[in-house]
Each structure stands twice: as C-alpha cells, then as structure tokens.
C-alpha cells in the first residue's frame, strides 16, 4: 500500500493545475511527463514539462487504453497530486526504472483533458506524436499466465520454419494467443483506423 502524507491526502480533490505554457491550439508546443525513479511501492512521481514539438523523439508514446472510470490511483506530477485510471496506473509502474528517469508522452496527463479546445486540437495531432516519438510503447495490460504463454508461443512460431498451419490451430497455446488477440486494447486500434 502506498502511504501518502496528510497534506497530499487532503490535497486529493483539488484539481490539477497545468504547468507552465497553455498549449491551446499552439502548434509548437507539447508536454511530456518525466516518470521519476521509484520502485515496489513507491509512490509514483512524476515532472511534467511543457517543451518543443520537436523534443517528441526525445520520447516514447505510451499507446494504452484509458480502461473503464472512475481515476481511482493517485500519481504525483509536479508534486502535485493526479488521479489516473488502473491500467495506466499499472503501465507507469511497469515503465518506471529505479535509478534514471523515463520521458513519456501520455495523452491521459499530457494533454489537459479539461480543456476542450486543447484536447481537441492535441488529439488531432497524435498521429504526429506517435510518428516522430522515439519509440511507441504498447501496453497490452499487465502480464497474466495466458499472454506469457501467447508470446512463448509466437516466439517458438517464429523460430520454426516451416510451420505447419494445422499442427499451429491444433496446439493449445493458439488459445493463449487468440485470448491476446480479443483483449480491449486491439479493439481500440481497430477503431481509430475507421475514425481517421
């Protein structure tokens, strides 16, 4: 359990105040979040940093999904307390490293959700923030006994050549993989594809 001080208890319900630069509709300017080192049950803290667009290859873009309401975890972004939702709660702390920092593009903090004129714009830019990132980081969700043995499975596919197609659908560990295959997170994928 994470144990947090009275006053960042009883600062829970203020809202976030965004740092720096509004960014608006503003074309040159981005935020990234720094997720700061921290390990087991360390609180997760983080800086956020309004920068260039041009520093997005100095950052990994997490694609997730947002998982269902309500934020129930509490991260520190600028000391300040912020409310996340499970699964990207999970990803941040599966991310973090103990002993040197992480950049990260984030849309759930590093876009002010509630603004809705940044939102907006920034949501149409992702498409640039996922081409220029240095990497993109897809988090499938934390790791269960199936989507170990789903990826066992592909790597062992991978390396075998030829592979027999009925010998792979009669294999046991094809429903692992089909299990990896429905999770929520490719429905997303398959959603935006149709949105743009």
Known sequence: MVSLTKRELDSQTRTFEYPGTELGTNEAQIRLLEVLPGQGEDPVRCVLTSVNFDAIHEADALSYTWGLPPA??????????????????????HLRRPSSGVMLWVDAICIN??????RNHQVQRMADVFGR????????????????????????????????????????RWVALNDLCEIEYWKRRFALLHEQ
């Open 113 to 118: 959700q509630s603004d809705i004129d940044e």
């Open 72 to 93: 129930m975890n509490i991260i520190f972004v600028n000391d300040e307390p912020f409310r996340i939702r499970n699964n990207l709660f999970n990803a941040l702390l």
């Open 133 to 172: 990132a240095r990497r993109v980081l897809a988090w499938l969700g934390p790791e269960t006994e199936s989507s170990r043995e789903a990826f066992s499975f592909l790597s062992q596919t991978y390396l075998r050549s030829p592979y027999n197609r009925k010998e792979l659908m009669d294999d046991p």
